[in-house]
């Protein structure tokens, strides 16, 4: 009998695979840490959105249908003016637009966004197992898109149990059950690594895109106001109140 | 082995980007646009160098004398003679130069010049002292030269336009020579001379009422005619009121009402001091005035004035509404001069903001903005947000 010694090689293509695992998870958390920035930058601009409307479009509104209302009876007082007939109509479509943007007031005041350290684990733990770009195939990357997209409303709303539920869901689907193969899997892991790569890039362009808008400018200088004690939203409210009051004048005159 | 997926034949499938939509974009705008913005003013220059005669249309274009016209960031002076430049005041841009054939250049560009945009702003009537003595007129649309009328022995003072371009007036100083004439506007089409031609509608020359009462002083000395100033048609077009100047440092000015177009004397009234602008108001009831650095208001049926609270030198009113903008170069206690608005119900100053130079003041077409003009190149527009 020959004693044969059994050696366990390492196939070059399970090095490589175990190398790729490593540039994968480094990506997965710093996907799922770019991910969670953005996310909380689109959450804080959204709810600066609700408060601004709240405070300041509703007063838009307001004004704007005042100006209407001059324009019309200016139009009413010259029939035979053109010109003022335009601007009459013209008046009311933007009395209209700025109405239907504002949106009806309500008496709920809309708060700041804020997220708890558990919240950002949570989120972060979700977007590192059910990112879509963590994956290659078609349903599955459908899948996780719509569980991202839940994930961030439930973010933006502050719901943990919702973010819970989320990866438990994913966790027990289907399609967590795992393949084999080391040289499928290398192929599979290398398009991961590209798709990781090529949403880091998508969220700098839409990071970009967010600090480029008007609404992140006007909050930015209404935030570096607050650090100096000024309530910049408090003073828009009045200045606009002020033409509101003006416009009131002028319809009693 | 495992895995976490399965290879599909669809192999990578983009993740759609997240698109940006915020359903406030036009409101988020607006509130910063207001919050950067600490008056109803804004300021820009449009030109440089320096120019005393300019005028606004109500487009917010200005026109004056020059031999450089700038283009693409270059001057351009060529083998031009001075042309009327145009400049659109929004666009801090010039539009383009119009030349008259057969002028050429003269050594000072700062003659005497006097410009007239009829209300559509389509044509232009320009009289510059550097021309042969007519009135010239441009078409804006076909961007050329039209032709000459109204040959003058002194370049006129004032031009302008009735407001339904029905009638153009014309006012000049020059004593025993000064006159003011009135033309029809011609409404048959567009001939090739343009919408004025041929001799005036009527003529005024010295206002024998007016030398019989008040002044017995030779011509060109202190007291006597000197000639017609500041002229605007009221809105019904039926009057028009002219400012009678006199000659001397403390002489009075006065208003002359007159009939449309036959210019026959309707009233006359003696101001104090002498007179730098006059405007109907919107309802066509008062002439507001400025007189020695103060405004007064004039009621044309009584003839009753008095005097407003508040100092300027040029005033503009609003086509439909009871307001006003003015220009005062003088402040107490100030060197400063400012630009501001009044409400006329209630004889309220608005919106002052801080001016040097000011030579002229339109409201826009559709009443909606003002813009004023320096002689060095400043414009500044009066953007509210009522209007």
């Not at chain 1, 840490?33 to 709240?54: K, P, T």
């Not at chain 2, 008040?214 to 039926?238: L, W």
Request: proline share 3%; aromatic share 8%; with cysteine.
């Amino acid at each position: 009998m020959t004693l044969k010694t059994h050696i366990k090689t390492v196939k070059p293509e399970e090095r490589e695979l175990a190398s790729k695992r490593e540039e994968q998870a480094t990506l997965e958390v710093e996907l799922a840490e770019r991910e969670l920035r953005s996310a909380n930058l689109r959450a804080e601009l959204g709810a600066f959105e609700r408060r601004y409307l709240h405070f300041v479009g509703v007063r838009y509104a307001e004004l704007d249908e005042l100006k209407a209302q001059i324009a019309e009876r200016l139009a009413k007082e010259h029939p035979g003016v053109e010109r003022l007939q335009q601007n009459a109509r013209a008046a009311r479509a933007a009395a209209s637009e700025t109405k239907s943007t504002a949106g009806e007031d309500c008496n709920e005041e809309p708060v700041a966004f804020e997220s708890s350290p558990e919240m950002k684990r949570l989120y972060r733990e979700v977007a590192k197992r059910v990112h879509p770009d963590l994956t290659s195939d078609r349903e599955d990357r459908n899948k996780r898109q719509q569980l991202m997209a839940e994930a961030n409303e439930a973010y933006e709303r502050g719901d943990e149990s919702k973010l819970i539920r989320i990866l438990t869901e994913y966790e027990c689907s289907p399609e967590a059950v795992q393949g084999e193969g080391a040289g499928s899997e290398l192929v599979r892991v290398i398009r991961r690594i590209s798709q990781a790569r090529g949403r880091l890039s998508e969220i700098e362009a839409e990071m970009q895109e967010l600090l480029r808008s008007d609404l992140y400018q006007l909050k930015s200088r209404l935030d570096e106001a607050q650090r100096h004690g000024r309530d910049v939203l408090k003073e828009m409210v009045e200045k606009v109140e002020e033409q509101i009051a003006q416009a009131k004048r002028r319809l009693q005159l | 082995m495992e895995t976490r997926g399965k290879i599909s034949a669809g192999s990578i499938v983009p993740a759609g980007q997240r698109a940006l939509v915020v359903r406030s974009a036009a409101l988020v705008a607006r509130g910063l646009r207001d919050l950067t913005r600490d008056s109803n003013w804004v300021v820009k220059k449009i030109f440089t160098g320096y120019s005393s005669a300019l005028a606004i249309s109500g487009l917010g274009h200005v026109c004056f004398i020059s031999r450089e016209f700038q283009r693409g960031g270059q001057y351009r002076t060529g083998d031009y003679g001075q042309r009327v430049v145009v400049y659109d005041v929004e666009l801090s841009t010039p539009m383009l130069a119009l030349s008259v054939p057969n002028e050429t250049a003269v050594g000072s560009q700062d003659l005497a010049a006097a410009f007239a945009w009829s209300p559509t702003t389509r044509f232009l009537v320009a009289a510059w002292a550097g021309w042969q003595s007519a009135l010239h007129s441009f078409d804006l649309h076909g961007k050329m030269f039209l032709g000459t009328f109204g040959e003058f022995g002194m370049v006129p003072k004032y031009l302008v336009w009735s407001g339904t371009e029905k009638y153009f007036a014309e006012a000049c100083s020059g004593g025993k020579q000064a006159c003011l004439r009135l033309w029809r506007v011609r409404d048959d089409g567009m001939s090739p001379g343009g919408p004025l031609y041929g001799q005036p509608t009527s003529e005024l020359s010295v206002p024998g009422w007016l030398e019989r009462q008040t002044y017995e002083a030779e011509f060109g000395e202190d007291g006597a005619f000197a000639g017609y100033g500041r002229t605007v048609f009221s809105p019904d077009e039926k009057t028009l009121a002219s400012v009678v100047e006199i000659h001397g440092d403390w002489a009075d000015d006065s208003i002359a009402l007159l009939a449309v177009p036959t210019l026959k004397k309707k009233n006359a009234f003696q101001a104090q001091g002498h007179i730098t602008d006059l405007c109907w108001t919107h309802d066509g009831r008062k002439i507001i005035y400025c007189a020695a650095g103060q405004a007064y208001s004039l009621a044309v049926e009584t003839m009753y004035f008095e005097p407003l609270p508040f100092g300027a030198e040029l005033c503009v009113c609003h086509a439909h509404l009871p307001l006003c903008i003015c220009y005062s170069s003088w402040l107490k206690n100030s060197a400063k001069g400012r630009l501001f608005l009044v409400d006329m119900n209630r004889m309220e100053v608005l919106d002052e903001y801080a001016a040097e130079g000011v030579v002229n003041l339109r409201w826009s077409s559709d009443g909606a903005k003002a813009y004023a003009a320096t002689q060095h190149g400043m414009a500044y527009i009066y953007e509210p947000t009522l209007l």
